[in-house]
């Protein structure tokens, strides 16, 4: 039973086009939504988060998008450029049961030039 | 700064047999984490630790047991390898009630034969 789910399973986005990925939670009581991006041979590292008390957040080229009625929340790289091709994970947690992540499935992107 | 460091990168096993994933973070954190990744289910929590002296399961638990050595380090030990547990695993640590970002060694491949 995945908790956190993923969609799609890999994206192929041309060079300066919008790579969008979407993730869907059941428990409410999750209250931290991060991306981890990863690349090949790498750990996961941390992209960029967004707690539920608002709707979005943007660093740089990377945007969250939280809709809590729907406990859907996604991210957007704007302008891709091939660096971006990597593994992103969305996942959850609970801050009162710690930071113990749940993750999505992930998503393989590439960018072409 | 070394971050987070584990050993080996790579092992291969014959079912039946046991080893030790060694895990040791350089930035006094008080939460350590071991997660395994599989080609499209992310990254499931094994075992967490929530600081020195404690540890508790996490989603898939069974066929590992850990040890929290000290504050820095946290091992994973598989008592007789089978092969669904051939998975990349990785470990991370994490200082709870700041961002909750979770900083991730570079994993362990992991082939039981």
């Known amino acids: 039973q995945q908790q956190v789910k993923q969609s799609p399973q890999s994206l192929i986005v041309q060079k300066g086009g919008i790579s969008i990925i979407n993730c869907a939670y059941e428990n409410t009581a999750f209250d931290y939504f991060p991306w981890y991006q990863q690349f090949p041979g790498k750990g996961p590292a941390l992209l960029i988060a967004i707690r539920p008390d608002v709707s979005e957040k943007k660093e740089g080229r990377f945007t969250i998008s939280f809709n809590k009625s729907a406990k859907q929340f996604s991210l957007h790289i704007m302008d891709s450029q091939p660096g971006d091709s990597a593994t992103y994970f969305c996942a959850a947690s609970m801050e009162a049961a710690g930071n113990k992540l749940t993750f999505g499935g992930g998503t393989r992107v590439l960018v072409k030039p | ?113």
């Open chain 2, 1 to 113: 700064n070394a971050g987070v460091t584990q050993t080996p990168k790579f092992q291969v096993l014959k079912t039946g047999q046991s080893m030790t994933l060694q895990c040791a973070q350089d930035m006094n954190h008080n939460s350590m984490y071991w997660y395994r990744q599989d080609p499209g289910m992310g990254l499931r929590l094994i075992y967490y630790s929530a600081s020195e002296g404690t540890t508790d399961k996490g989603e898939v638990p069974n066929g590992y047991n850990v040890s929290r050595l000290n504050k820095r380090e946290f091992s994973l030990r598989l008592e007789s390898a089978a092969p669904s547990q051939t998975s990349v695993y990785f470990c991370a640590s994490s200082e709870p009630g700041r961002s909750g970002e979770l900083f991730f060694g570079e994993g362990s491949r992991l082939t039981v034969l």
